[in-house]
């Protein structure tokens, strides 16, 4: 999506659009997903967001993102998270003098399976935990 399209977009195109992110390709993408593996967005309405680098289906307002789009997108975030997560874990070892024994995930992106493989590959020896409803609306 270019620069800015997505602030250009209505309050309730915004709200509609984030929600299909967090309930579909958010939470279901992993690393090992097919190739041929895409995800359907429904854009709100065409004539608000300029033409994008995605494919669209025909008049239907649809964005298609392949699982090749969403690697790139989460490899660029995951990292990040990681980084923070080893900061935190290197706090507690320094005001506790002890690792800590679970790393707790929640919220709407702590169901996202890329970035639990991500946590359990860099944190191996800590327990990492995801209820089942990690993200609660």
Same mark, same amino acid.
């Given at each position: 999506?270019?620069?800015g399209? *997505?602030?250009?977009?209505?309050?309730?195109?915004?709200?509609?659009?984030?929600?299909?992110?967090?309930?579909?390709?958010?939470?279901?993408?992993?690393?090992?997903?097919?190739?041929?593996?895409?995800?359907?967005l429904?854009?709100?309405?065409?004539?608000?967001?300029?033409?994008?680098?995605f494919?669209?289906?025909?008049?239907?307002?649809?964005?298609?993102?392949?699982? +090749?789009?969403l690697?790139?997108?989460?490899?660029?975030?995951?990292? +990040?998270?990681?980084?923070?997560?080893?900061?935190?874990?290197?706090?507690?070892i320094?005001?506790?003098?002890?690792s800590?024994?679970?790393?707790?995930?929640? +919220? +709407? *992106?702590?169901?996202?399976? *890329?970035?639990?493989?991500?946590?359990?590959?860099?944190?191996?020896?800590?327990q990492?935990?995801?209820?089942?409803?990690?993200?609660?609306?």
């Amino acid at each position: 999506m270019p620069e800015g399209s *997505f602030d250009r977009l209505t309050p309730w195109a915004k709200s509609k659009l984030t929600n299909y992110w967090k309930q579909g390709p958010s939470r279901e993408y992993e690393p090992n997903n097919r190739k041929d593996k895409s995800w359907i967005l429904s854009v709100p309405t065409y004539d608000e967001i300029p033409r994008m680098e995605f494919q669209y289906r025909g008049k239907n307002e649809k964005l298609k993102l392949a699982a +090749g789009d969403l690697k790139s997108i989460f490899s660029t975030v995951v990292p +990040g998270i990681v980084r923070l997560v080893q900061r935190q874990v290197e706090a507690i070892i320094e005001s506790t003098g002890t690792s800590p024994q679970v790393i707790l995930l929640v +919220g +709407g *992106f702590g169901e996202n399976r *890329f970035l639990l493989a991500e946590l359990k590959r860099a944190f191996s020896d800590i327990q990492i935990l995801r209820p089942k409803d990690a993200c609660v609306e």
